[in-house]
């Protein structure tokens, strides 16, 4: 394979915000970053080495691209996975694995993978349809199989109606986990399986999208629990022999124990602070991984929240954000937007990151960063 230094050609299938954050930390490691997404606008283009309009779901296209390339690589889970079996067997270095992607992708196999390799998850079963849903299972979880994100194609079931009304494709039921936290560890691993992993962070989610509302790092927990969560995720990026950045999503329940909700094989929302507040940001991480850099340290700098800016609902259309000014102003406060010109209700424009010493201060900064700033249209 040829290494770095040598004008490395790395593709990544997908062109929006976590490509676009790839592009800013390639710059400076010097990897040539040349991006396949069906958008023209997507936030990667004009910023990529080349920028190709296409579906990352179709197999030729895929195909097309990917042979030019010494390394290919994902932003998005929701690839043509045959086609990236295909490259590999020609030579080309695809991180992550397309095999690792086929089970990630599928809530199912995913769920069984964490059986059969002993890494702890809820309970659950596979069903065809909703029609197999007993009322006496409920509370319970429903979650579409594959093609679900950001909470969309996860619905708790409560009622008759509930089973009613859900989706009827092919899903898993989990059992309702009674959550006290929503803990991630992000986790690097390199071809020779060597890990590294970023502090325990805490999400907040918001209700009414699914998505992150905010986030602290390093988490308010025990460092008995931190240890625990870490070394959990561990050992899943060893069970899949992950290559690049892997995102382990977990829930603290009340009662104490840590349990992996799901993987993410790709950077992730929940380590977007890294680029300021650790001393190797996810992103930068994960090119070393698959380009086959050593990998850095992910030692915090300072403590971190990360606030996400989302379009407000109800607006829809040119992007304005109120109140940046003012956010602009605030000390130790890094907003970073994702160069979509269009917001829509609940979609990810942006993100903010906020340092600081104490987690009574960072709590404060995010709760005025929320009032202050509105992502709304013209
Ligand atoms: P997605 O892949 O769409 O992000 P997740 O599986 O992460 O979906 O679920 C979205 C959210 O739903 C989680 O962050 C959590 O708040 C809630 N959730 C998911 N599974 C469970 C469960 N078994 N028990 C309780 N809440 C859950």
């Not at 790395?10 to 970053?33: N, T």
């Not at 829930?251 to 909700?261: I, P, S």
């Not at 209700?345 to 202050?372: N, Q, Y």
Request: charged letters at 25%; aromatic letters at 6%.
């Amino acid at each position: 394979m040829r290494i770095y230094g040598d004008n490395i050609k790395l593709g990544i299938l997908g062109g929006g915000q976590l490509g676009r954050m790839l592009i800013q930390e390639a710059i400076s490691l010097d990897v040539q970053v040349h991006v396949l997404d069906p958008a023209a606008d997507a936030p990667c283009a004009g910023l990529a080495a080349t920028f190709t309009c296409g579906s990352f779901r179709d197999y030729q296209t895929v195909l097309d691209f990917g042979r030019k390339m010494d390394v290919l690589t994902i932003e998005i889970e929701d690839v043509n996975v045959d086609a990236l079996r295909e490259l590999k067997s020609a030579g080309v270095k695809v991180f992550p694995d397309p095999e690792i992607l086929a089970v990630i992708k599928d809530k199912g196999l995913q769920k069984q993978f964490f059986v059969d390799h002993g890494i702890p998850s809820s309970a659950f079963r596979l069903i065809e349809s909703s029609d197999e849903i007993g009322m006496s299972e409920l509370p319970v979880v429903h979650k579409l199989r594959t093609g679900g994100y950001d909470g969309k194609g996860v619905s708790v079931l409560r009622s008759e109606k509930d089973v009613e009304t859900t989706f009827k494709a092919p899903s898993i039921l989990e059992s309702l986990v009674d959550i006290e936290k929503e803990l991630s560890v992000i986790i690097a691993r390199n071809e020779h399986g060597q890990t590294v992993s970023y502090p325990v962070v805490e999400m907040v989610f918001d209700d009414r999208s699914n998505l992150v509302d905010y986030l602290f790092a390093p988490a308010t927990i025990t460092q008995d629990l931190a240890e625990q969560a870490k070394a959990l995720a561990t050992k899943v990026a060893d069970a899949f022999s992950f290559v690049g950045i892997l995102a382990v999503e977990m829930f603290l329940t009340k009662a104490g124990d840590v349990l992996v909700n799901e993987v993410a094989p790709r950077t992730h929302n929940s380590g977007h602070h890294t680029i300021e507040a650790n001393f190797t940001s996810q992103f930068a991480q994960h090119l070393r991984a698959v380009v086959g850099m050593p990998l850095g340290s992910t030692d915090t700098l300072r403590a971190a929240a990360m606030v996400n800016l989302v379009g407000e609902d109800g607006f829809s259309g040119p992007v304005v954000y109120d109140g940046l000014e003012k956010v602009l102003g605030m000390n130790g406060v890094y907003p970073h937007f994702y160069g979509k010109s269009e917001t829509k209700p609940f979609r990810k424009m942006g993100h903010v990151t906020i340092l600081a010493d104490s987690i009574d201060a960072l709590s404060e900064k995010v709760h005025a960063v929320k009032k202050t700033m509105r992502v709304i249209s013209k």
